[in-house]
């Protein structure tokens, strides 16, 4: 067996280096790495060139044409039989081709999701974020996201990926759910919540509005292309719209009495602790397990940051189901 790693970049020249020291010191194994500069306005690949003895391979794209595009450039000129994708701000484990090399052995299998974590523990934002992401990745284990593959940490075997049709370049902000559906109906997609990648995370609250808007913007238009009789998608939108449904009904009833606006307001206080309460004990659970420090600057943030994000990404979503267009957005880039 047989992988290739594919890094699309752009304008990473502050973190591609971190990135491919911790590729190229990976075990050796049948491998291969090769970065898309998708024409990076830094020094980008400069700093990749400076890897090229150590069997990197470079691509340039002339034009930017979004992370699918990159992709698909960097599939043409992969050998391997597995095709593994990661961000050029990511870190890897020394053990990750062995965890995606076992989830292989099992019969039916075309492709393997891995969790991520933040790597700017420092910023307490994006450490809230990392936790927060981590109870929804370790402990529920993606029940409650679209599908299990993440472009920052996924596997899939070539021959699969392009029976699929290959990265889908109009499937900006979330051509990995969706190459995670249709995989779905050639294979097993499997999900290593031990497999574990440190990637960059906003640092603001600007920055964590507009990722989780852009996530449900893209989402929107492909729930409005075909709407997905799954459950579990569901749930968190249906939830966060009940909560603020239940809001508008609590505040609208106060004028009549407490007999009246009781009810929506015990609804919405339930409501609530299960989007924010919730995730503080279980929080500080990942942080005892994990051994991270600053319990008094992180918690705090778990009680406000599961609204934000999700406010974000179900107005994305209802944009992106009433009106939205692919050329609305520039291709996705992290940034």
Same mark, same amino acid.
């Given at each position: 067996?047989?992988?290739?790693?594919?890094?699309?970049?752009?304008?990473?020249?502050?973190?591609? %280096?971190? #990135?491919?020291?911790?590729?190229?010191?990976?075990?050796?194994?049948?491998?291969?790495?090769?970065? @898309?500069?998708?024409?990076?306005?830094?020094?980008?690949?400069?700093?990749?060139?400076?890897?090229?003895?150590?069997?990197?391979?470079?691509?340039?794209?002339?034009?930017? =044409?979004?992370?699918?595009?990159?992709?698909?450039?960097?599939?043409? !000129?992969?050998?391997?039989?597995?095709?593994? *994708?990661?961000?050029?701000?990511? $870190?890897?484990?020394?053990?990750?081709?062995?965890?995606?090399?076992?989830? +292989?052995?099992?019969?039916? /299998?075309?492709?393997?999701?891995?969790?991520?974590?933040?790597?700017?523990?420092?910023?307490?934002?994006?450490?809230?974020?990392?936790?927060?992401?981590?109870?929804?990745?370790?402990?529920?284990?993606?029940?409650?996201?679209?599908? !299990?593959?993440?472009?920052?940490?996924?596997?899939?075997?070539?021959?699969?990926?392009?029976?699929? =049709?290959?990265?889908?370049?109009?499937?900006?902000?979330?051509?990995? %759910?969706?190459?995670?559906?249709?995989?779905?109906?050639?294979?097993?997609?499997?999900?290593?919540?031990?497999?574990?990648?440190? *990637?960059?995370?906003?640092? *603001?609250?600007?920055?964590?509005?507009?990722?989780?808007?852009?996530?449900?913007?893209?989402?929107?238009? !492909?729930?409005?292309?075909?709407?997905?009789?799954?459950?579990?998608?569901?749930?968190?939108?249906?939830?966060?719209?009940?909560? +603020? @449904? %239940?809001?508008?009904?609590?505040?609208?009833?106060?004028?009549?009495?407490?007999?009246? +606006?009781?009810? &929506? #307001?015990?609804?919405?206080?339930?409501?609530?602790?299960?989007?924010?309460?919730?995730? /503080?004990?279980?929080?500080?659970?990942?942080?005892?397990?994990?051994?991270? &420090? =600053?319990?008094? !600057?992180?918690?705090?943030?778990? *009680? $406000?940051?599961? $609204?934000?994000?999700?406010?974000?990404?179900?107005?994305?979503? #209802?944009? =992106?189901? #009433?009106?939205?267009?692919?050329?609305?957005?520039?291709?996705?880039?992290?940034?």
């Amino acid at each position: 067996m047989k992988f290739s790693i594919l890094v699309p970049a752009y304008n990473e020249e502050q973190a591609i %280096s971190s #990135c491919l020291n911790s590729l190229t010191s990976l075990p050796d194994t049948n491998t291969e790495i090769i970065v @898309i500069d998708d024409a990076s306005a830094d020094r980008t690949s400069q700093n990749v060139e400076k890897f090229l003895d150590k069997g990197i391979l470079l691509i340039k794209r002339k034009k930017n =044409g979004g992370r699918a595009a990159a992709l698909n450039s960097g599939l043409q !000129k992969a050998t391997g039989n597995v095709i593994i *994708t990661t961000d050029a701000d990511t $870190i890897v484990p020394s053990n990750w081709i062995q965890r995606f090399t076992s989830c +292989f052995e099992q019969q039916g /299998v075309v492709a393997v999701g891995g969790a991520y974590q933040a790597n700017n523990k420092d910023k307490p934002l994006s450490h809230a974020a990392g936790i927060l992401d981590q109870i929804l990745n370790g402990v529920f284990k993606k029940s409650l996201i679209p599908n !299990k593959l993440s472009g920052v940490n996924s596997a899939v075997l070539k021959e699969a990926l392009l029976k699929s =049709g290959g990265f889908n370049e109009n499937s900006w902000w979330s051509e990995d %759910s969706e190459l995670g559906w249709k995989l779905g109906k050639l294979g097993k997609v499997v999900y290593d919540p031990k497999n574990i990648v440190s *990637t960059q995370y906003p640092d *603001t609250w600007s920055g964590i509005w507009r990722r989780k808007f852009y996530w449900g913007y893209a989402m929107g238009m !492909k729930f409005r292309e075909q709407i997905p009789f799954r459950i579990n998608l569901w749930i968190r939108p249906l939830l966060f719209m009940a909560l +603020f @449904i %239940s809001l508008l009904t609590f505040l609208g009833t106060i004028p009549f009495g407490t007999k009246v +606006f009781l009810i &929506p #307001c015990l609804i919405f206080l339930i409501l609530l602790s299960s989007l924010t309460i919730l995730y /503080v004990p279980l929080g500080a659970i990942v942080m005892v397990r994990n051994g991270d &420090p =600053g319990f008094l !600057k992180t918690l705090p943030l778990l *009680t $406000i940051l599961p $609204i934000v994000r999700e406010f974000a990404y179900i107005y994305g979503m #209802c944009l =992106g189901f #009433c009106k939205g267009r692919v050329g609305s957005i520039k291709p996705s880039w992290k940034k």
